[in-house]
């Protein structure tokens, strides 16, 4: 199997360096400081405190040069490569009967907040790009958003992290974000599940205690109670103590009080549903256990984390009834998902992912306002990002709102019969 994806992923690349020579949309992929083809200021240029405020929109811009900032190497390059690979498609690299404008200029930032830097500094001010699309990390991303602003180039991030679109009317965020993503499945406990008091099993570091701050806010809002917060180690395996904080140590003293011949005692539980944001693996192991010890009838609820090929591999019996929220679907009842997963399917042989259907949707929003609107400027294009009617795509139909975060209806898919499947 990992000789045939090597296979596919060299042919995807001869087909790519093929159409980059003789077919348009054009693509190129550089290397963070490459030589431009032409410069754009002559040596000795003023330092960035001495350049007019407006100097970006002097130069001529090229509105139909799109940039790409990707981790194409490094720990995250299979990221980056799907990404890049839905953009082209988005840009119509497939499309034989009507050629595209389209010039996708991506470049490498390896993952760190150095060459992420570099690699918006070389698309705003040597290819004169219209606008840059970015996957990037929650390290990398203000970084990212602050290098947009000091350049007045438009700046759509697909990131995780909360809040970096407020540091400058440049930059954009698409993404089911985790305040996004709590409120939906929150929202669907109380309204759909007749669940109201909850409790929480999460891992004891920074997205782990950011996700509880927002659980922790959103449960209050919907004036719902949250009973109990047991964190656990990153590296744990065994949550025998965690299970037995949240039942009220009843595990321990179930064992004391029943002998080996009688039924174990059922464990009375003071909540009604059980959020766990973290990985597939994580919430394999933990749901496991909690049958192991007879915390039954219990409403598991988690994130986006847990969206995975892999998460009904195994153990699936003890999912039946959980339900978490995300940005994509591919086997949604939505057509324009459902497109996008035929179109996907077609030119690359597997079925897309989160990262390429958010990648996807990118490219479309930003190509569409391009051509609908007949944008020529930077600052055209902001505008009509900030009042673009509703976009319909592959992750649902998206907005800005006024802080020019992608606002969206998340997916909610539930676990039925041993299989997912979208019920909001």
Not at 62 to 75: A, D, E, M, T
Not at 300 to 322: D, I, Q, V
Not at 392 to 414: C, E, M, N, W
């Amino acid at each position: 199997m990992k000789n045939r994806r090597i296979i596919f992923r060299v042919i995807i690349l001869f087909l790519v360096l093929f159409l980059a020579c003789c077919a348009r949309p054009q693509v190129v992929v550089k290397e963070p400081g490459a030589p431009a083809t032409e410069e754009v200021t002559p040596p000795g240029k003023p330092p960035d405190s001495e350049r007019p405020l407006f100097a970006p929109f002097v130069r001529e811009i090229n509105r139909f040069s799109i940039g790409c900032v990707l981790p194409l190497s490094g720990p995250h390059a299979e990221v980056g490569g799907k990404s890049l690979e839905a953009i082209l498609l988005a840009a119509g690299i497939f499309e034989a009967r009507n050629k595209s404008p389209w010039k996708i200029i991506a470049q490498d930032s390896r993952s760190t907040p150095q060459q992420t830097k570099a690699a918006i500094e070389y698309l705003a001010e040597k290819e004169n790009v219209i606008a840059i699309i970015a996957v990037v990390g929650a390290a990398e991303a203000p970084d990212a958003a602050r290098e947009a602003e000091r350049l007045q180039v438009p700046l759509i991030l697909i990131t995780s992290r909360e809040g970096v679109s407020l540091a400058s009317e440049y930059v954009f965020q698409h993404f089911l974000t985790p305040s996004q993503q709590v409120r939906a499945i929150v929202s669907y406990a109380v309204n759909n599940m007749n669940s109201a008091i909850f409790s929480a099993l999460y891992p004891a570091d920074e997205y782990g205690e950011e996700m509880m701050k927002i659980f922790r806010e959103e449960v209050a809002r919907v004036g719902g109670r949250l009973e109990k917060m047991v964190p656990y180690g990153v590296n744990k395996t065994d949550f025998t103590e965690e299970i037995n904080k949240l039942t009220g140590y009843q595990i321990s003293l179930a064992r004391k009080t029943t002998k080996k011949t009688e039924p174990r005692k059922k464990i009375s539980l003071d909540f009604e549903a059980l959020f766990i944001p973290d990985s597939y693996r994580r919430v394999q192991m933990i749901s496991s256990q909690l049958a192991f010890y007879d915390v039954r009838d219990i409403k598991l609820m988690g994130t986006s984390l847990w969206n995975s090929p892999y998460l009904l591999k195994r153990g699936a019996e003890y999912l039946e009834g959980a339900v978490f929220a995300d940005s994509f679907f591919p086997y949604t009842f939505y057509r324009e998902a459902n497109d996008f997963v035929d179109v996907f399917y077609t030119a690359y042989g597997r079925d897309p992912e989160n990262i390429e259907a958010l990648a996807y949707d990118t490219a479309g929003i930003v190509c569409s306002a391009i051509e609908k609107r007949d944008i020529r400027t930077r600052q055209q294009l902001i505008a009509s990002l900030v009042n673009m009617d509703a976009y319909h795509g592959a992750t649902g139909t998206t907005s800005f709102g006024y802080d020019r975060v992608s606002q969206k209806t998340p997916f909610i898919l539930k676990i039925k019969n041993g299989k997912l499947e979208q019920v909001k």
